[in-house]
């Protein structure tokens, strides 16, 4: 199974934004056809909306189970151990599952999928955790992921490719998901709380707001491509920028003086740390 051609079959277990997103690039990049995707949510305008975005099909969660070869948990953290309890009686070792459940640790997942032992979860379980971010919907993801000790080698491959198509997509080892959610998870909402903070002060300058808008965000859209693009670092781009004694350094030592660079760090960092609070709390 290695997504080198259009055969492998994915169901999603939820059927929410993200999960309509990931099957929208998978199938527009040729990594999975309408006919192998499924989807399943105890909400029917969910499924309504999966089907009319994607072509996929939504089916009740035995038929889903029964006809996937991966499975994409995008279900809502505090839905996950219900969600878990019913696919242990029905997982088998020719499942990947992959969950994409914030906060939802590999144990978690393990313990989860034994059930109470009488179902088809005993183990090991072919698992993978990733941490997309909402730019996903734009097929600008920023991913982090992490194997459980069951996967297959090519299962790696698989989700690599995967999240790769939406965006950019590292493996790392399963404690520095937390990071990634403090960074990329949360980010877009930093970057967010930027942009108006630019677009306010174009208006406060005079101009109109939907001018002031589309500059603030095209601006942050450009110099992300130059950072990435380039492959230099931010300090140097910024640095061409910013000639002696001009406008851009006395704007740079406005956001010094107003601790910008600092508080961006704080709020990584408090992010960070609540979701190692929010999986703490989980395994208790």
């Given at each position: 199974m290695g997504l080198s051609t259009i055969g492998d079959r994915i169901g999603f277990i939820g059927a929410g934004q993200m999960a309509r997103a990931l099957a929208r690039a998978w199938i527009s990049y040729g990594l999975l056809s309408p006919e192998n995707c499924r989807a399943f949510d105890p909400?029917?305008?969910?499924?309504?909306?999966?089907e009319n975005q994607t072509a996929g099909?939504?089916?009740?969660?035995?038929?889903?189970?029964?006809?996937?070869d991966i499975l994409i948990l995008a279900v809502k953290p505090q839905n996950v151990p219900s969600v878990l309890a019913s696919l242990s009686e029905r997982i088998s070792q020719n499942h990947l599952v992959i969950s994409i459940a914030a906060g939802v640790t590999l144990q978690q997942l393990t313990e989860g999928l034994k059930g109470s032992g009488s179902g088809t979860g005993t183990g090991p379980f072919r698992l993978a955790r990733v941490m997309p971010n909402t730019p996903c919907l734009v097929g600008c993801s920023a991913s982090g992921y992490t194997m459980?000790?069951?996967?297959?080698?090519?299962?790696?491959?698989?989700?690599q490719k995967l999240f790769a198509a939406v965006g950019k997509a590292f493996l790392l080892p399963e404690h520095l998901l937390d990071a990634v959610t403090g960074l990329s998870g949360s980010g877009p909402a930093y970057v967010y709380v930027m942009i108006e903070a630019l677009a306010d002060g174009g208006v406060r300058m005079g101009l109109p707001r939907d001018v002031s808008l589309t500059l603030a965000a095209?601006?942050?859209?450009?110099?992300?491509?130059?950072?990435?693009?380039?492959?230099?670092?931010?300090?140097?781009?910024?640095?061409?920028?910013?000639?002696?004694?001009?406008?851009?350094i006395a704007g740079l030592h406005a956001l010094e003086k107003g601790g910008l660079r600092a508080a961006l760090m704080d709020a990584v960092c408090a992010a960070t740390l609540r979701a190692k609070e929010l999986g703490q709390k989980g395994s208790s």
């Open positions: 909400l029917p305008d969910a499924l309504t909306h999966f099909q939504g089916c009740d969660f035995p038929t889903l189970v029964n006809h996937s459980g000790v069951g996967a297959l080698p090519e299962d790696g491959e698989v989700v095209q601006t942050v859209l450009g110099a992300s491509r130059m950072v990435l693009e380039t492959g230099q670092h931010p300090a140097v781009l910024k640095d061409v920028v910013a000639s002696p004694a001009g406008t851009t």
